[in-house]
């Protein structure tokens, strides 16, 4: 155990947290450690990142910080982060040079006109522009968990994540959970391919199970990476398959009979590991 490696934070509900600093080097070794485990030992297409922030400003980390250093305790903790990124890509290239990373930042990532509240670049200390600029992920699915009409608002913040992807993928996160969220969905998903976004990511499925409206007519695989094309392991241009129907939400396809690979069909689109609540 290592509580040293710890800060105790109290939430606005009253609740202690425990998060781990990201101002100690030992932590960001720690949790690269963690990545390159699972990226060694299993065979995954992708590596997802939540909560990959500080819990606010209020975070005593303060006797981490080299007042020599010449930036602001804000900058430092920013670095903090993105050097978590740059360490876990510099290990993982080697190891799987296919592997995608992604991370969902709050939905604000600066406050502008109609769009105001906790900001992830100067609450929560993320730096997304010098992730996307450095190419230390592949996408991000900012939480834009609000709608069209009341601050801040999902198409104002849709639309500034997009204008600023430096040629990344942006799949836009959406509260299908929140009741006046959900009846904006269509007209959500319709905004997405107008600005063009990436695609987008239902904060939950369960929330949308039962759901009646025909969003989407067909099944597809994620958007495409082409910065990532020349690492991936299978190169084709078509892809012949036959399929066994077992219920009326379960199909196997099999492709590739040399090796008779099967998958199961709902299981198409999990293509990576989702790491949540990575610090607390």
């Known amino acids: 155990a290592h509580p040293d490696w710890t800060v105790r934070v109290m939430e606005e509900n009253g ?3 425990y998060w781990l600093n990201p101002g100690y080097s030992k932590v960001q070794d720690y ?6 485990e699972i990226i060694s030992n299993y ?13 606010g400003k209020d975070f005593e980390d303060e006797k981490y910080f080299d007042y020599s250093l010449n930036i602001s305790l804000e900058d430092w903790r920013r670095n903090n982060l993105t050097n978590i990124l740059r360490k876990f890509k510099s290990q993982a290239k080697p190891i799987n040079p296919s592997l995608k990373v992604g991370v969902s930042p709050i939905g604000i ?7 105001q509240g906790w900001e992830g670049f100067s609450t929560v200390f993320q730096d997304t522009e010098t992730w996307l600029k450095e190419e230390l992920v592949d996408y991000l699915a900012p939480q834009i968990y609000w709608d069209f ?11 500034d994540w997009v204008d600023k992807s430096y040629n990344k993928n942006i ?7 929140r009741d006046d969220v959900k009846i904006e969905l269509g007209k959500m998903i319709d905004f997405s391919r107008e600005i063009g976004a990436a695609g987008i990511a239902f904060f939950r499925y369960k929330n949308i199970e039962l759901n009646n409206s025909n969003f989407f007519n067909d099944l597809i695989f994620p ?9 991936d392991k299978q190169k084709t241009n078509e892809i012949s398959a036959s399929y066994n129907i077992l ?3 379960d199909a196997l396809i099999f492709w590739d009979e040399k090796n008779n690979k099967i998958l199961n069909f709902l299981n198409i689109i999990n293509y990576g590991l989702c790491l949540d609540n990575l610090f607390s």
């Open 31 to 36: 949790l690269v450690d963690i990545l390159n």
């Open 15 to 17: 609740s202690l947290s």
């Open 149 to 159: 009409e009341k601050n801040p608002k999902f198409d104002v913040l849709a639309r």
């Open 247 to 249: 219920s009326d939400e």
């Open 223 to 231: 958007s495409n990476m082409v910065w990532k094309n020349s690492n």
């Open 171 to 177: 799949v836009l996160g959406l509260a299908a959970y």
């Open 43 to 55: 065979d995954v297409d992708g590596i997802h990142l939540d909560f990959f922030r500080y819990p």
């Open 109 to 115: 990532r600066k406050n502008l006109e109609g769009a």
